[in-house]
């Protein structure tokens, strides 16, 4: 690993792991941007789960998101509308999809060649607003998805978008964040206990935006959410967020992916999850790749899991690429740790109950994300949810 | 009229190397409105007894009792004994990340009173206080012991002995690491508590130090897991002058 550690959220040695890593030096099969690409499903052969993008996932659960046939008719969705946000359908041969990625797995292209129409979210204006869209009703037919968020030069907004009730989804959400444009997108995972969604996020940020990108997961069977970042011009910046909670028997991932593209780019990724019960599963890739022409970079990424309980399992994994000498900072951290006992016995000497404690923990754990969010109400709403998911309801 | 009885008080830990005997047979007795040092060399058992009559599961009472007033303390889990009375300013306190330092106390102070302080009351209750052991108001939205120094985080604990009243209050050496301004700050915190609430101290340290600020009314000498002597503030000069080497001769000599 050849990162300049330089950052104003350094972690301590222990931290970083200035040990050794416990699964060996790791050696690229190649560079991240140049992994194989493309809209058609046919391009890329039958999932076996033996693949590096899906080995930690649990393919026999989804084989139809992969493989099958999927509908591709419009979703059900719910809009709150907010002036200077504009959601539409769009025809699959628009000009306005395909501007900020490509699938890099299978699941990813089944739905690029499956949809039917695409989901338009427009923002414009400078001035700031919330618009909500949820898809819920979905049934359980596996079905494909498309959504284009488009901020507009210098405008400003918050766009959710949510997932509730039951669900079989693969899709592909393209966000193109303009010039001098600010832009928060949530993508909010509330399904039901059996659902499965599996969504790949394609960025691409123009000159001096600025995305924040947040991807909170708390309900589903299998919920795979992988946010890829092309900060493709100069000055451009990412926060990208992430906060889970998995339950026994679930299995929330995220890989995500953030692309200096550019010089004076700056990444900033912090994810951070909380296991509960048997078979509680939560999985983070994290890739970061400076190019050659991203001079003056400015990145860092952690992961932080809490574990609650006996019987899970977090894995959590951060790459780090650097094709360029002259960066600012660049590094990375990963911690996944016990609930720690002597933090509870510290809260109980003041006369806390157990329970109270143990959720104080949790939720100052988890807070850090949810502060970062923007919009009180959202904030209000998820703080409410975790605490539901710590009571195990 | 508040009592902390301790009898024939024997403790063990489990370690990697099996099952140690800490205590020995400790018997003690304060009363509110006493304050009482418990003095020794390392490794005598000073912070076993203050983590036993907390409630800390590392530790293993195999003998004996303790009662607050007449109750049966070693029955009652962690946050039962807060509840009843009795407080423990740590050694070592531990970061509680994400939690503020308001959040932490207004919980605390809810839990300990069974109902939530009268919030303009309370907002003043805890100002006073800060300002008193001359704590910058930014603490209180901080995160609970996060980057606080180790003088920041004993007048953080003397805070919560000042705010939560209890009956009796362990003092795990609470003057170690402390320059001289910061442990007259912390002693006249604890002078304070004792004088408003008229509250039971046991004072565990090592060193004679913190004695010049907070005067003992009792003072007793731990070797090897039990009371070597006991007698009042004179005693505390006299380990001044002569340190603990007596006392670990002769138990060096009885063990033979």
Redesign the interface.
């Known amino acids: 690993m050849t990162a300049a550690m330089q950052s104003t959220a350094m972690p301590t040695a222990e931290q970083h792991g200035f040990r050794p890593h416990s699964d060996g030096p790791i050696i690229p099969v190649q560079t991240r941007s140049e992994r194989f690409r493309s809209v058609n499903v046919e391009d890329f052969a039958p999932v076996t789960g033996r693949e590096h993008e899906w080995k930690l996932s649990p393919v026999a659960a989804f084989a139809d998101l992969t493989g099958g046939e999927l509908d591709g008719a419009r979703l059900p969705i719910e809009t709150a509308d907010a002036p200077g946000v504009d959601v539409s359908w769009i025809a699959r041969d628009d000009a306005r999809i395909g501007r900020a990625g490509t699938p890099e797995e299978r699941a990813s292209a089944n739905a690029w060649s499956s949809f039917g129409e695409a989901l338009f979210v427009s923002v414009t204006g400078e001035e700031e607003k919330i618009a909500a869209i949820t898809r819920s009703g979905l049934g359980t037919t596996p079905r494909a998805a498309h959504t284009v968020i488009e901020a507009a030069p210098n405008s400003r907004g918050l766009v959710v978008l949510r997932g509730a009730g039951e669900a079989r989804l693969t899709e592909n959400v393209e966000i193109v964040v303009g010039e001098g444009a600010s832009l928060t997108v949530v993508s909010l995972q509330e399904w039901d206990d059996d659902a499965v969604h599996l969504a790949s996020h394609f960025a691409r940020l123009g000159r001096d935006s600025f995305l924040k990108h947040i991807v909170v997961s708390l309900g589903g069977k299998v919920v795979r959410v992988n946010p890829s970042t092309h900060l493709a011009e100069q000055g451009s910046d990412v926060e990208a967020l992430g906060l889970y909670f998995a339950d026994a028997g679930q299995h929330l991932e995220q890989q995500v992916y953030v692309h200096h593209d550019a010089p004076h780019t700056r990444s900033r990724v912090t994810y951070k999850g909380a296991l509960q019960g048997d078979g509680a599963r939560s999985v983070w890739i994290g890739d970061v790749l400076i190019g050659n022409a991203a001079a003056g970079t400015d990145s860092y990424e952690q992961n932080r899991n809490l574990v609650l309980t006996d019987g899970t399992r977090a894995d959590s994994v951060p790459n780090l690429e650097i094709e360029t000498g002259d960066i600012e900072g660049a590094g990375h951290a990963s911690a996944t740790g016990r609930f720690d006992d002597e933090q509870l016995f510290y809260l109980m000497a003041r006369g806390i109950s157990e329970g109270e404690a143990r959720r104080l923990v949790v939720r100052g754990f988890l807070t850090e994300i949810v502060q970062k969010i923007g919009s009180p109400d959202l904030e209000a709403r998820l703080t409410a949810a975790l605490e539901a998911e710590l009571e195990g309801r | 009229m508040s009592v902390l009885e301790i009898k024939n008080l024997h403790v063990n830990v489990e370690t990697d190397q099996g099952t140690r005997e800490i205590l020995r047979g400790v018997d003690l007795v304060i009363n509110e409105g006493e304050i009482h040092a418990i003095m020794g060399p390392n490794g005598s058992g000073k912070s076993t007894l203050a983590y036993t009559i907390?409630?800390?599961?590392k530790y293993q009472v195999v003998q004996g009792e303790i009662l607050l007033d007449g109750e049966n303390v070693l029955e009652m889990?962690?946050?039962e004994?807060?509840?009843a009375g009795l407080?423990?300013a740590?050694q070592y306190?531990?970061?509680?990340?994400?939690?503020t330092v308001t959040?932490?106390l207004r919980?605390?102070k809810t839990?300990?009173d069974g109902e939530a302080p009268s919030i303009r009351g309370w907002v003043k209750d805890v100002r006073e206080s800060m300002s008193n052991l001359k704590m910058d108001p930014a603490f209180a939205e901080r995160?609970v012991n996060e980057g606080f120094s180790g003088g920041e985080k004993k007048r953080n604990e003397i805070l919560?002995l000042e705010l939560?009243k209890p009956k009796f209050a362990v003092l795990d050496e609470t003057d170690s690491g402390l320059d001289v301004d910061a442990l007259k700050i912390v002693s006249e915190g604890v002078n304070r508590a004792k004088a408003n609430t008229g509250l039971g101290i046991l004072l565990i340290t090592h060193y004679t130090r913190i004695l010049r600020y907070i005067t003992p009314d009792f003072v007793h000498v731990f070797v090897a897991g039990k009371i070597a002597e006991q007698g009042g503030r004179e005693l505390a000069d006299r380990l001044e002058e002569e340190g603990y080497d007596r006392y670990q001769v002769a138990e060096a000599a009885a063990a033979e």
Request: hydrophobic share 50%; no cysteine.
């Open positions: 907390a409630g800390h599961p889990s962690v946050d004994r807060a509840r407080f423990l740590m306190p531990v970061e509680i990340p994400g939690v959040n932490f919980t605390a839990a300990i995160n919560q939560l």
